[in-house]
């Protein structure tokens, strides 16, 4: 076991070359216990194993399947290995945390009767990335475009996350899931919470997630007729990926034939609030996409008059701020400028920040950002019980809507494509856009 973890670090490291006396002295830092998340035994082996190391600060990471998140912090405060009177404990939590609002309620109480919720961290891998932590910084930390970012500049926003990758060995969990909980409840949400909220008090955990809170809060219900009206679904038939054929949802092992569930959903939300009344916040998310990208774009008003009698080229509005956050992390604002020459015509043009190039090397990893802050106590990009259960009651009333519908097939999309036709009607039948596709 310590020479799989020292030939992990030796392939995964970002600086190279790797010292050996380092990963040497980390390997023979780690010990191992097996035992079955039931055995009451092997928690109160654990414990004596840390007090024999003298190992007064612990974090418990559940890597396991979420239906063994509340027997594991259940036998966790059976063993009294929740607190520890020399140091902290905290515990990490991976997603789905839960399926529903009801489950996810459930599961806040298990874990709220061993761990207070200071020492509870939902961990959301999407807002460790660069860009997703700098949006807080671009927005606030600049006067540019913060006077810019409301009702009266933006025309709409659209948040797009695209995924090249179909279910591969996970169709078991995603017939359970499909987008709507795989990527929307969680992801999606928290990118268009840190996109609309206001200026916390404060750079800290409780003022961020204060402000998170309340977008959640101020999202337009979804129910019945307006979430069929507002959301549109799909799933992908065999088509190609980076030149290899792949199978249709259908066709993939352990995926019912006559499913429903979605692998692309596109939604039009709305956040009801003095600084975004009225804007629409156009979301999607789909596997077998034609690339894997994740982007917000922010989509300014048009010109009140078109004083150009020109060829537009740039199209009617050309002001879009595009803040890419993988797998290239950077920010593009593209706006009109005058092409060169004789004939006068207006052509789109691009101002690029790129992370690497700019700072040097890759980006940390989310997790290894992620993990830090939790070793040093700083919760502020995770989310906290009340944004989980105002994330679950907005989704959960989407699901109830489909499962009233009781729809018994789902348009389909070519793999390797940008999505169904559909959802380019879905968008402009209602406001007249269309989807801006990523660079």
Known sequence: MRDQLGQAIVEHARSQPVSEELVKRVSNQMHYIQSSFNDRAGYESLGQKLEDLKINNRLYYLAAPPEAYSTIIKHIGEAGLEKWRHGWTRVVVEKPYGNDLDSA??????????????????????????????ILVFRFANGIFEPLWNRRSVDHVQITVAETMGVENRAGYYERSGVIRDMFQNHILQLLTLTAMEAPVAFNADSVRDEKLKILRSLRPLRASSALENTYRAQYVAGTIEGKRVLGYKDEPGVNPASTTETYLAARLYVDNWRWAGVPFYVRSGKRLARRVTEIAIHFNHVPLPLFGWKNLAGEAPNVLSLNLQPDEGITLTFGAKAPGSINQIAPVKMHFDYVKTFGGEPPEAYERLLMDCLSGDATLFTRTDEVQAAWSFTTNIIQSWSSSQTTHLPVYEAGTWGPIGADDFMAKADGHSWHVPD
């Open 105 to 134: 309620i459930s599961l806040d109480e298990d874990i709220h009767t061993v761990f207070d919720e200071s020492q509870v961290y939902r961990i959301d891998h999407y807002l460790g990335k660069e860009t997703v932590q700098n």
